[in-house]
């Protein structure tokens, strides 16, 4: 028998899903957390960072006016959408390595050809170890959250997590 860690209900060996509570039972086999940052991150969701709306434009608008309203807004990324679904994210990071010296220059070009096209999105239930884990594996600052059809909800940031950790490591 499987004990799920979200409800501790016993549930047969070999099931993906808690017959309970239905939550993953993938990671059972990992050891058991030994302190409350550890066991936040295995069980807590994305959903409780509170993923904060994005500034979404279109893949037309000139990646002028992007970095305008990005320094205006003071906002590290904006998420580029032609409807519900993301097509791509433009960061900071794209801005200083696609555009660099020669921002000026591009200014007039659309953002879809400076954006990092397709990409990664989390699910409001992941839990919040799998973020760390996507966003230390891509190098990335900033993750687009996405409904169950991929539409977007909102976005959270490297310091989304690093004040969730903060809280969990001062909580009392």
Same mark, same amino acid.
């Given at each position: 028998?499987?004990? +799920?860690?979200?409800? $501790? #209900? /016993?549930?047969?060996?070999?099931?993906?899903? +808690?017959?309970?509570? *239905?939550?993953?039972?993938?990671? #059972?086999?990992?050891?058991?957390?030994? &302190?409350?940052? /550890?066991?936040?991150?295995?069980?807590?969701?994305?959903?409780? %960072?509170?993923?904060?709306?994005?500034?979404?434009? @279109?893949?037309? #608008?000139?990646?002028?006016?992007?970095?305008?309203?990005?320094?205006?807004?003071?906002?590290? +990324?904006?998420?580029?959408?032609? *409807?519900? @679904?993301?097509?791509?994210?433009?960061? /900071?990071?794209?801005? %200083?390595? @696609?555009?660099?010296? $020669?921002?000026?220059?591009?200014?007039?070009?659309?953002?879809? &050809?400076?954006?990092?096209? $397709?990409? !990664? #999105?989390?699910?409001?239930?992941?839990?919040?170890? =799998?973020?760390? !884990?996507?966003?230390?594996?891509?190098? =990335?600052?900033?993750?687009?959250?996405?409904?169950?059809? *991929?539409?977007?909800?909102?976005?959270?940031?490297?310091?989304?997590?690093? &004040?969730?950790?903060?809280? @969990?490591?001062?909580?009392?």
């Amino acid at each position: 028998m499987i004990v +799920c860690p979200f409800c $501790n #209900t /016993e549930n047969f060996e070999g099931v993906d899903l +808690c017959d309970d509570c *239905g939550q993953p039972l993938c990671d #059972t086999a990992l050891p058991p957390p030994s &302190n409350e940052v /550890e066991k936040g991150l295995l069980q807590d969701r994305v959903s409780v %960072l509170s993923p904060k709306p994005p500034l979404t434009v @279109k893949p037309s #608008t000139p990646v002028a006016d992007v970095l305008k309203l990005m320094v205006e807004q003071k906002i590290g +990324c904006v998420v580029v959408t032609d *409807g519900p @679904k993301p097509l791509g994210i433009f960061s /900071e990071r794209d801005a %200083l390595r @696609k555009l660099n010296v $020669n921002a000026v220059a591009f200014g007039s070009q659309p953002v879809s &050809n400076f954006m990092t096209p $397709n990409p !990664q #999105t989390l699910v409001a239930n992941a839990k919040i170890a =799998y973020a760390v !884990q996507r966003m230390d594996l891509g190098g =990335y600052r900033h993750l687009p959250v996405v409904g169950d059809h *991929g539409e977007l909800l909102g976005i959270i940031s490297a310091r989304d997590i690093i &004040n969730y950790l903060t809280a @969990k490591m001062t909580a009392k």
